[in-house]
């Protein structure tokens, strides 16, 4: 079974920083796109980064400037970098990871149970 933990969420002050971290393990084959969203109290679930392997990373446009994914494929780890935090980062921020379990599968969305972050003076 592929699990997906986050950590790295926590209380900051606005304009502070985080930096979540997200660890996949189990069956696994091949890790294809991951990304991190997030979910605010009575708001869709919106995507915040993406990285697919190899490839050029893209972003929400609350997050460009301040946000910056990065993946570490022997680690099977995606981090988020947040810097210059508003209060309208607060939200639980999720892992998502696109992964082949084993050769005979094809790939699947995983998720983490979330992290939550929240901004506030």
């Known amino acids: 079974q592929v699990q997906l933990v986050e950590s790295g969420g926590g209380l900051v002050q606005p304009g502070g920083s985080l930096r979540l971290a997200c660890a996949a393990s189990g069956s696994i084959f091949t890790i294809y796109t991951m990304g991190w969203y997030r979910q605010a109290p009575g708001k869709q679930r919106e995507m915040v980064a993406t990285i697919p392997s190899g490839g050029r990373a893209n972003y929400a446009d609350s997050a460009k400037g301040r946000f910056t994914i990065s993946r570490d494929n022997a680690k099977k780890t995606v981090y988020l970098q947040m810097n210059s935090l508003k209060q309208e980062d607060t939200a639980v921020y999720y892992c998502?990871?696109?992964?082949?379990?084993?050769?005979?599968?094809?790939?699947?969305?995983?998720w983490g149970q979330g992290t939550q972050v929240t901004v506030s003076s």
């Open positions: 998502n990871a696109n992964i082949r379990a084993t050769v005979w599968d094809r790939g699947n969305d995983y």
